[in-house]
């Protein structure tokens, strides 16, 4: 990670809410996004002029974060917004397979819906189809020694194609 530029303008994000391991979660994904930027105690600090790269990866953060609440509070209902996370991140590995906060996600919403049986009226069948489908997208990217992008682009576009009729 490259050091904040001293003469640059910089943004603070106040962040004393997150818990330690969903800083340590930002700062890895920063880190791999190539953000420079330091900590101040719970405040995030970092160079104005890559506030709009910060703010989605903060987003997807909250989101994901946001979306393991709301499956404790109501499974079925979880389930739905899981499917529907995993779809856009399966698009956006579609577009573009090099994209680390998109693999990243991949990885987390992988945990996520591992324990979890079928949503709703799904069959277990599209549903372990569903699941070892991430599953192969994400041994594409990060399973082997070099990261498969054909393969994983194909993989997201079939995942999402099964996932949008079950939406």
Not at 51 to 64: A, Q, S, T
Not at 96 to 115: C, F, G, K, M
Request: glycine share 2%.
């Amino acid at each position: 990670m490259s050091e904040l530029n001293p003469n640059a303008p910089v943004t603070e994000w106040e962040l004393d809410e997150w818990s330690r391991e969903t800083r340590a979660e930002l700062t890895a994904m920063l880190n791999e996004a190539g953000v420079a930027h330091r900590w101040d105690d719970t405040v995030l600090i970092a160079e104005s002029a890559r506030e709009v790269d910060i703010e989605e990866i903060l987003d997807e953060i909250e989101n994901l974060e946001d979306e393991i609440e709301e499956q404790d509070d109501d499974i079925d209902q979880a389930d739905t917004k899981v499917l529907a996370q995993l779809s856009g991140v399966a698009q956006k590995i579609a577009r573009n397979p090099s994209d680390a906060n998109s693999v990243a996600s991949l990885e987390r919403l992988l945990e996520t819906i591992d324990a979890t049986s079928a949503p709703g009226d799904m069959s277990d069948s599209v549903w372990r189809q569903i699941k070892d489908l991430a599953s192969q997208v994400e041994d594409a990217l990060v399973g082997g020694d070099r990261a498969d992008e054909v393969l994983a682009m194909d993989l997201a576009s079939r995942l999402v194609a099964i996932l949008r009729p079950n939406l």
